[in-house]
RNA sequence: GCCGCUGUGGCGGAAUUGGCAGACGCGCGGGACUUAGAAUCCCGUGGGAGACCGUGCAGGUUCAAAUCCUGUCGGCGGCACCA
């Protein structure tokens, strides 16, 4: 078969007939298959865009198949660093290199094949999407959800510019390996903490991997604790959060990280030079440093003093940076006996350790983590794990010092880029109004393209006179822009929305065409996007949500991860490695179907592995073989013929394979459905050998074949299909349907065991009882040579499986 | 350091969730066809002459363990001073 040919035919027919598309006019159930869309950043598709995309289309095909109508979007992720770093080394503009680049995505992903509805397509970087997206952004903005702070960035001082966490590796900058140092810079944030909570228990009804599922968990970091004031001499109240409320008898000093409004405010004129250096020098420290756990930990003295609300000990404040502003409230009871932090920090400063947890069992030795009984807690001793922390935390709210609290790890997402190729932040700051969103009869806030893009410590987009220079919607007077853009995981956390309405000039979508197709059913990509945009589309469907746009919770209820494939040196593929596969050469000598049909064959899909091109040539000769012997039975005559045991195997294999396929497709376990059809396959070719056989039966059980094929090779598939008479599309088939009275047989062969070891095998009748089987097996000469004068103790018969006689 | 996943023939990988380990395929060996090769088709293929031994290793539970429990070692991923 010329499959080159044969690919472009079906892809144009299937393109006419607008079979790719989501039918508006269908009562057919729906079903939303979405992979996630590909950032366009070399020109072609790689590996792994065919690993992800060639599989999920299958599975698309094969629901499409069971009589769903099914929507099966794709677009582009288009904005982002790479483009902007290429322009920078090349001198090619963004927009330009992007474009070249989707258009020849585009085409490859045509020639794949696969069933996607091009009248959906999204592309992140045109106006007509990210005018969307700065909607989105002023929503938020609107609901209290975005807001405008000071804080620390990663700076690199070679390339004089903002990095994002994604560019910094290991504290130092992925271009030039400069180590990075922070610097503080008034930044755009989405409150995405506002939805901790939900974000968290959400993840239970969610049909997505547990591993993904647990990593947002931590990622969120819900810790249950309880919030405590000690007050000081200076009239100043520092609260304090901590996990172990517990322990608080033990507190020998309070610690304030460098950055808390009260570390200068507190210090003492005799400390107050040493506290200045301090705080100057922490703010210089560089990500290495930071990054580093196993660093000598360093502090200072403030000079002040605090009171503990429990016991009245006055007790010294110093100031750490082992302690951070941004988590809890940025001060911490250091507990030196039971933490071992505090434990090492003390010994360095020589600051007391006050035991007041004993080891229930054996010596307890300090630094003391573990639950255990209280001592030298006055009424509290005798109280250990949780009870004691309750009791205590009771306590501390009855002398209205604080009291029970939820803290979580998860900070709010900054969204301020100092870049160019991205969406600008669509607001204006006028110095007499102030702080002024542009009004959404404005948007979009077009990206000018002749702009110097070079780094130079500014945000492109703040050296164009012509974009920066406004007016204030609100007054009329002069007024200048956010000179920033919005990180692109803004531009995906809503995309798979913008997919049900792509066209819309008037809203973002139409709140009808979303009800109706989402949420998204199945989602497929990589893991990678675990703890990133996997949660801010879950944060920015909620908001959407409690603004009324939606009405539903979670944007997808089935997730699956797609492996990676890696270098055949088990490396990740990289230029460094020099260890890229290419998937053009084997398309190009093998066509579409079969490299499709090998990925899906040759992995566990979820697994992925290392490339090996071992197995694509049994998969072309599976392909030759289907079509050989298509194309003879096609030309048997259709005469009826007996249906005798021969005919009842074959009967059973194709209602096993049809079983086996279904549940294999569904579960994305596509190396044994394919595995199920060479099966198939195997047991046609045995019935075709036999001298007398019933071509009617045989025929249909082609048929079946066929159809199961489907999915899983659709030109060829079609292919055939047409060749042997087939009526429409072949994807216009219901999918086979298993037939349970097809898979009992008369007799099925069990494996005897006589004390748990392996005799041999013997066909029992199916409708046989316990007693019968039991008859049956100790009738057996393998068996009475084992058993001869001895008793039966016990007979284990496991249905279908196998009986196992214990004697003795 | 903490959390999670994972370890099965020469290789990719299966195993109905505690029930015949190694499905399916690659590779390899043998044969058929052919002047010959390629292609194709058929047979065999965990190890061991054998009793038996085999799912990283050592124990345990069970009539029965790749699967459950305890310990331990290797590989991968995430988090990393989160109080």
Request: a negative charge; aromatic letters at 12%; proline letters at 5%.
């Amino acid at each position: 078969m010329n499959m080159k040919e044969v690919e472009r035919k079906w892809q144009a027919r299937w393109e006419k007939a607008g079979f790719n598309r989501f039918e508006e006019k269908s009562d057919k159930p729906k079903k939303y298959v979405l992979e996630m869309f590909s950032y366009p950043s070399g020109a072609k598709l790689h590996i792994g865009h065919w690993y992800n995309y060639g599989p999920a289309d299958s599975y698309a095909r094969f629901k499409r198949m069971q009589g769903y109508n099914v929507f099966q979007p794709i677009g582009f992720d288009a904005f982002g660093l790479p483009a902007e770093n290429y322009a920078i080394k090349t001198g090619v503009h963004p927009k330009d290199s992007t474009e070249k680049n989707i258009e020849t995505m585009e085409g490859q992903l045509r020639a794949m094949g696969a069933m996607f509805d091009w009248s959906a397509e999204v592309k992140t970087c045109v106006p007509e999407y990210y005018k969307w997206t700065q909607w989105m952004f002023l929503q938020l903005y609107k609901k209290g959800l975005a807001y405008r702070k000071e804080a620390p960035v990663n700076w690199c001082p070679s390339c004089s510019t903002v990095l994002a966490n994604e560019q910094v590796i290991d504290g130092a900058c992925e271009r030039c390996g400069t180590t990075v140092v922070r610097k503080n810079l008034t930044q755009w944030f989405f409150k995405i903490t506002e939805y901790a909570e939900e974000l968290l228990s959400g993840l239970e009804e969610l049909d997505w991997p547990e591993k993904t599922k647990l990593m947002q968990k931590n990622w969120i970091g819900r810790s249950t604790g309880c919030e405590i004031e000690f007050d000081c001499d200076s009239g100043d109240k520092i609260k304090v959060f901590t996990t172990r409320c517990d322990t608080v008898f033990g507190v020998s000093y309070v610690v304030l990280a460098p950055e808390h409004p009260l570390a200068r405010k507190i210090a003492t004129e005799e400390c107050r030079a040493a506290v200045e250096a301090y705080i100057e020098q922490a703010s210089k420290a560089n990500e290495i440093d930071r990054l580093s756990t196993a660093r000598e930990k360093t502090g200072v003295f403030t000079g002040a003093y605090c009171t503990n609300p429990v016991n009245g000990k006055k007790v010294p404040v110093w100031l750490a940076d082992y302690v951070l502003y941004s988590y809890g409230t940025g001060a911490v009871m250091a507990v030196p006996a039971h933490d071992e932090r505090d434990f090492a920090f003390a010994t360095k400063y020589g600051l007391p350790i006050v035991k007041v947890i004993e080891n229930v069992e054996g010596e307890t030795e300090l630094p003391y983590t573990q639950d255990g009984i209280m001592v030298g807690s006055v009424d509290f001793d005798g109280l250990s794990g949780e009870e004691a922390r309750d009791e205590v935390a009771n306590h501390i709210a009855k002398i209205g010092k604080g009291g029970k609290k939820v803290n979580y790890r998860l900070r709010d997402w900054l969204v301020s880029r100092q870049r160019y190729w991205g969406a600008p932040i669509p607001i204006i700051y006028c110095p007499v109004c102030g702080t002024v969103p542009v009004p959404e009869k404005d948007l979009p806030v077009e990206l000018p393209y002749d702009v110097e893009f070079r780094p130079d410590g500014k945000s492109p987009l703040a050296k164009h006179e012509k974009f920066m220079h406004t007016v204030c919607p609100v007054c009329g007077g002069e007024a200048t822009r956010d000179p920033d853009t919005l990180d692109t995981f803004v531009c995906s956390s809503w995309y798979y929305l913008r997919y049900a309405d792509a066209q819309n000039d008037r809203a973002p979508f139409d709140r009808n065409k979303v009800d109706r197709l989402l949420p998204v059913d199945t989602y497929v990509g990589g893991a990678e996007h675990a703890c990133m945009h996997l949660l801010y589309a879950r944060f920015l469907t909620k908001a959407l949500r409690d603004m009324g746009y939606l009405d539903f919770d979670e944007p997808f209820k089935r997730l699956v991860h797609q492996g990676v494939i890696l270098g055949p040196d088990g490396n990740r593929m990289s230029k460094s490695h020099g260890n890229i596969v290419s998937p053009d050469e084997y398309v190009e000598e093998y066509g579409s179907d079969a490299f499709r049909l090998y990925l899906m064959f040759g992995f566990s899909y979820t697994e992925g592995g290392p490339w090996s091109d071992d197995g694509i040539k049994a998969i072309a000769r599976f392909l030759d073989r289907i079509e050989k012997t298509v194309l003879k039975i096609k030309n048997y005559p259709s005469s009826e013929g007996s249906y005798g045991a021969e005919e009842k195997a074959l009967d059973y294999a194709r209602h096993y394979a049809i079983g086996r396929v279904t549940r294999d497709l569904e579960g994305f376990s596509f190396n044994t459905a394919v595995a199920r059809l060479m099966e198939l396959l195997n047991a046609i070719c045995k019935y075709d050998a036999l001298p007398e056989k019933n071509c009617a039966f045989l025929k249909s059980v082609v048929k079946d074949f066929l159809l199961l094929l489907a999915p899983c090779a659709p030109h060829f598939a079609e292919e055939l299909w047409d060749q042997t008479g087939g009526k429409g599309f072949i994807f216009e088939q219901p999918y086979p349907v298993e037939d349970p009275a097809k898979l009992v047989l008369d007799e099925t062969e069990y494996a005897v065991q006589v004390n748990s070891k392996i005799v041999c095998k013997a066909m029992i009748p199916s409708g046989a009882s316990g007693e019968e089987i039991e008859a049956l097996v100790r009738a057996l000469p393998e068996v009475i040579q084992r058993a001869e004068g001895k008793t039966v103790r016990k007979c284990i018969v496991v249905p279908k499986r196998l009986v196992n006689l214990i004697v003795g």
